[in-house]
């Protein structure tokens, strides 16, 4: 009998295939996982740096409503002082007067060659 042959084989290749199949959603399934993973720990580092601002921000809201706190932004940001306290303004140092320009003879922007040849045409003085 032949043909039991013949569906042995047609059996070891199904059998085959479906194994290369599940190999293959088994691979896909693994990868899905391992990116699921790092996905986690990611957001996981987001979720503690976030929480970690939220407490900065708990706490600087805190001790914003203090009279401390409002006096010490008063006096550094708000240019404010309370009464008797001697307020010093720095006031820009005036700036030197700029040199009175030094007066230039007649023919001294001239060159020496330009001073001769009027010199020869009998216009000008050396």
Not at 7 to 33: D, H, N, P, Q
Not at 41 to 55: K, N, S, T, Y
Not at 73 to 89: E, H, M, S, Y
């Amino acid at each position: 009998m032949v043909p039991s042959r013949g569906w042995s084989r047609i059996g070891k290749i199904v059998v085959l295939t479906l194994v290369c199949i599940y190999a293959a959603k088994l691979s896909g399934l693994a990868l899905e996982t391992h990116r699921a993973t790092q996905a986690a720990e990611g957001m996981a580092g987001e979720v503690q740096r976030l929480d970690l601002e939220v407490r900065a921000l708990e706490t600087a809201a805190a001790k914003a409503g203090t009279d401390a706190q409002v006096e010490e932004w008063a006096r550094n940001n708000g240019d404010l002082a309370r009464p008797g306290d001697q307020v010093v303004i720095p006031v820009a140092a005036t700036p030197t007067p700029a040199a009175a320009p030094i007066p230039v003879e007649a023919g001294a922007d001239r060159s020496a060659w330009q001073r001769l040849m009027g010199w020869l045409r009998g216009g000008d003085q050396p």
